[in-house]
């Protein structure tokens, strides 16, 4: 099996792959906040398991659309009740994954301990934290973000680093020799 990211996996089955998309969530993307962390609490979940899917579709992308079970755990499910991904409303009006988010918000789990938490549809559309706020995030955590070609760094919200900028240390960055971007100007001091 191998995770693609939060919401999607890749099970091989009498020498086929299946790739599946876990039906009624949508976790965040692997650029966005809480990517990386969603896809890894996938990958614990059911990776090197034997796994269950039931699935009766295909999405526009030929994925099966799929429940996946870990003997009677729905992963589905704990995937919105850990707080790795959102009830997909849009497609889902199931009432566990509804209940299963709203109580992940309200323990604060997972993605949901972030104050402006951005869905995961409205960041494929563009919608990216507020300046004031990854102005901020990046001062505190001394992050900026990386070009595929790692020629500069950015801040998260600069127009220039499009959807692929790769978070990195400001200390790695500049060991490495890489320029701040004259556009968004990334903090350099701590």
């Known amino acids: 099996m191998k995770v693609a990211d939060g919401d999607t996996v890749t099970l091989l089955v009498e020498k086929k792959s299946y790739r599946v998309r876990l039906q009624g969530i949508d976790a965040p993307e692997a650029q966005q906040p809480f990517g990386q962390a969603a896809k890894k609490a996938l990958s614990e979940k059911v990776f090197g398991h034997r796994v269950t899917v039931r699935w009766d579709e295909k999405d526009r992308y030929g994925r099966l659309l799929g429940q996946i079970y870990l003997g009677e755990v729905w992963v589905n499910q ?53 300046l004031e706020d990854s102005l901020e995030a990046s001062r505190i955590a001394q992050i900026v973000y990386v070009t595929p070609k790692g020629e ?37 001091d701590p």
């Not at 994954?97 to 409205?122: C, K, N, V």
Request: aromatic share 10%; glycine share 6%.
């Open 78 to 130: 704990l995937m919105v009740q850990d707080g790795y991904a959102w009830h997909y409303t849009y497609y889902s009006k199931d009432s566990r994954l509804a209940r299963s988010q709203q109580l992940a918000r309200e323990a604060s789990r997972g993605l949901w301990a972030r104050e402006q938490a951005i869905a995961p549809w409205d960041w494929r559309r563009g919608k990216r934290p507020l």
């Open 152 to 188: 500069k760094f950015h801040r998260q919200d600069c127009h220039h680093l499009g959807t692929k900028g790769k978070p990195e240390a400001l200390a790695s960055v500049r060991n490495r020799g890489l320029t701040p971007c004259k556009r968004c100007h990334p903090k350099e």
